[in-house]
């Protein structure tokens, strides 16, 4: 009677033992686009921006106005550091859940358009919508679906430190031997960092966008659509420039973005090439004002630069598509989208809805961004768009070992286009 | 007349037990055992299994289960491959660093701390907290000392005439620092393990060798190496297995770098699986991985299997 009992209880506990498996091994994806909009739900959404100080709070503002909007949505944010955002959203994805809504920069989207990660989109706006959408919005088309709609586009400038730049007695760099000489003296004179950027593998996914700053600013690509040409003249150049900057002696090493973002608001430091809506967190603080601080183009000769391009998008695995397609709906039409400008500002977004005059007003240095923009470029490499991570850390690995042991900018591109082009296809 | 020595009385011994008496079966060890069983089947050989099966496919990160079987190709490239080399050379030194600094200081620490002096509760308290301080918060003290331009470290070096380093940005430096900060996490465990050890060392031995006149030395050497041997091969064993696969300490100081210089094996699995979404060459080079602590793990049991064989041929 005593082993029957002892047999039932184990019997249970491998049938418990089995559902709990059963239940651990992941879902294959939503099997339909959930309850219509009108009956609303909550909608999850992904985004690192929320936990940006200031700027977090003013985003999080606009996108709950779609809760008035529809009463019976609620949004609810998923929080993810910006180092670790794509990694926590592929295991997700990757276990059929996921946010509903997600905000994904752009070396991210191939990976995630090709495996089929992303719901498209086609068809969803309001004709006047449709006609605003600025033609970058096109980047986010794969095999003929827009799987995705602009974002923000996060333009790059070099900025500085006025007080600082005439404590130094320098004037604002227009070439890259400028900016190193600029970035001695600012050391010299006044015992602070007088130049950083992102230079460390620990940070690699924006120091790709970052240095890729400096490839397009000589004129440089990584590929032209067939090849890569890591190692092109202009590649070179880049790579040369950038080794001439961190030599130079005024040179922030070892700082990472958030150690120098800090140091600039404290007017610690006194150039940074950094993008826009950092520059503004970094002038929103109780350090560094807005009117201390001026901008100019990047100081290179090609003129181009990288933008920080950020998608919004909806996944596949959602329960709640129709939802989700709604809020974007709601989000590109012309009433949302200035609300929108305004949360995101300094950022380009979806349309080409202007950014408040007073705001523009008040952060003068937002011109150069503007005008840096007309002339930048995604950081995908066209025609190996799913390699881009596994290019992006062949190349910077190389890019450090140039900085740090003594090899030019010719062995380390060299070194670069070798290994890349033997990366599996 | 005839004298008998005497005799001690026989000690009554219990009955043997009857032999035609059944032993009651009883399900209750086989599920006691089952329970355990059952967890390292669902937790440990699925898992296993399942990445010694993914290391044989192209699975990417975002559709794991949409992978093709490829054969031994994971396995060619990484072979072929001077990188993976590299990364196993790279685990290698770390762990013996690591395992050679901390088993030392450790010891010594724990010899330290085992003397009686004023003070010395709280000692112990201070020199336990490494430790307990969670490793996020220890990444981030040793990158404000490793600094370059406002670190301690080149405060220091700077006062001492030696000029600055690249702590961090420098692959000749980069190991070193990040061994550094390993140790100094590391090492209130190995202390403590060593301190209970010294603890249990009979305190009549120490007597009878102080009564037989002997030094320090040779009391080290003859009472408390002994009892402490057992428990240093114990403690170097679990040192090398979790220096292996030691991650967030590396990852968060230097993501790998400078240059790959402290890219273990370990890095390497996550670089691949969640910067590269190559799940399945992460696979392969984590069977290797695993291939290598068995290695290390089966080394370890020769030694203490001639270990025990020595010590029963001097009993």
Partial sequence: MKNKSVMKNAASLAVFALALTACSGGGGGAQDDGPAAEEGGTLTFANWQWLEPGRGEDILAAVKQ???????????????????YEKTVSTQIGSGGGPDIMIIPDPFFPELAASGALEPLDGILDPESEEALRPSNETYQFEGEQLGLVWEAVPYALFYNDTIMSEAGVEPPGTAEELASAAK???????????????????????????????????????????????????????????????????????????????FAAGEVGMVIDNSSALLTMVSGDGVESSEVSASTLPFPGGGSAYAGFAIGINANSDNKELAKDFIKWMMTADAQSTFVEALFPSGIATDVEAPAEL???????????????????VVIPGFETQTPQVRTIVLTQVERMLTTGISAQEAMDAAQQQAENLAP | MTTHAPTRDRIPTADPPPRNKR???????????????????????????????????????????????????N????LGSGAFFKSVLTTLVYTAFTVVASLTLGTISAFVINRKFPGRTLARAVMVMPWAVPTVAVVLVFRWIYNDSSGVANAATTALGLGERGWLTDPDYGMFSVVVATVWKVTPFVMLVVLAALQSVPEDLYEATRVDGAGSYSTFKLVVLPFLMPTLRVVGLLMTIWSFRRFEIIWLLTGGGPVDATTTIV??????AFNNSQLGVAAAIGMLG????????????????????QNGANA
């Fill in chain 1, 66 to 84: 779609y809760e008035t909007v529809n009463p019976a949505a609620t949004i609810e944010t998923q929080e993810i550091t910006r180092a670790d």
């Fill in chain 1, 185 to 263: 003296t600012i050391q010299d004179e006044t015992g602070k960092t007088g130049f950083v950027v992102r230079h460390q593998l620990n940070e690699e996914a924006p120091w790709w966008t970052d240095y890729s700053n400096w490839v397009y600013g000589f004129g440089g690509a990584w590929s032209d659509g067939e090849n890569l040409t890591i190692n092109s003249e202009e590649n070179v150049a880049a790579a040369d420039a950038y080794l001439n900057a961190y030599n130079s002696g005024g040179f922030g090493v070892g700082d990472d973005a958030s150690t120098y973002r800090s140091k």
């Fill in chain 2, 290 to 309: 695993l291939v290598l602590s068995l290695i290390v793990t089966a080394i370890y049991f020769v030694l203490e299997l001639r270990a025990n064989k």
């Fill in chain 1, 360 to 378: 523009v007003e008040a952060n003068p240095w937002i011109e150069a961004f503007y005008e840096q923009l007309d002339n930048s470029s995604s």
């Fill in chain 2, 23 to 73: 032993r009651r079966f009883s399900w209750t060890p086989y599920l006691f055992i089952g329970l355990a069983v059952l967890y390292l089947v669902l937790f440990a050989v699925v898992p296993l299994l399942k990445g010694l099966d993914l290391s044989f496919t192209d699975t990417r990160l975002l559709n794991p289960t949409g992978g093709t079987y490829i054969g031994f190709e």
């Fill in chain 2, 75 to 78: 396995y060619e490239r990484l």
């Fill in chain 2, 267 to 272: 890095i390497d699995v996550y670089r691949q």
